[in-house]
């Protein structure tokens, strides 16, 4: 079991997105973090932050639906609001090694307006 609640670990990585604080987000993944979507399929964590973290400056907030822990997976739907007010539904997937993430798989939802 780790140190930390892996839902507050889970939480805490949608805040950084929320206040754009990019530090939170390389201390929360893993060094082979690797990440899965539809539009990017198995990009390693440079990547990562090349193509998805500029996306943390369209982002406004994130509301859960669920967030669930599963063994060493913590399964995720929310409802984002985008700052020009655009909001969407996703699932991810935050798998952990430890107190770290390791995998994410997001599963594209819909607009919601």
């Given at each position: 079991m780790p140190a930390k609640d892996r839902l507050k670990l889970a939480r805490?990585?949608?805040?950084?997105?929320?206040?754009?604080?990019?530090?939170?987000?390389?201390?929360?993944l893993t060094d082979d973090f690797t990440f899965y979507s539809p539009a990017d399929v198995g990009i390693d964590r440079a990547t990562y932050f090349e193509r998805c973290w500029p996306n943390a400056e369209l982002i406004?907030?994130?509301?859960?639906?669920?967030?669930?822990e599963a063994g060493d997976e913590v399964i995720v739907t929310y409802e984002s609001t985008k700052t020009n007010g655009r909001r969407f539904r996703n699932t991810e997937v935050l798998t952990f090694d430890g107190d770290k993430n390791c995998r994410q798989e997001v599963y594209f939802g819909w607009n919601l307006q």
């Open positions: 805490a990585g949608y805040e950084a997105y929320e206040s754009g604080d990019r530090g939170v987000i390389e201390e929360l406004k907030a994130f509301e859960f639906a669920r967030l669930v």
